[in-house]
């Protein structure tokens, strides 16, 4: 806390020179973030897996669930 920062303004292109591929999938996230905002529910305009891709119910564990079968995973 208390640290200063800047905001340096990069393109795609340059982020892509920089660090390659990495940087051209990081950058075309930033992009993405800015025109999506994943808080936003927009009626009719998000999958069911349920409904539209024939996953049943118990197939879908969640995050919840993930973290669940993941907490007993020795690394």
Known sequence: ???RGIYVPCTREKFTE???VAGCEFALQ???GTICD???VVEGKH???VKDLGIRKDEVVGFRGVMEQWK???V
């Open 1 to 3: 806390m208390g640290k």
């Open 72 to 74: 007993h995973t020795v």
């Open 38 to 40: 994943p808080w936003v």
């Open 47 to 49: 999958l069911d897996p």
């Open 18 to 20: 920089l660090w390659g």
């Open 30 to 32: 930033l992009e993405f």
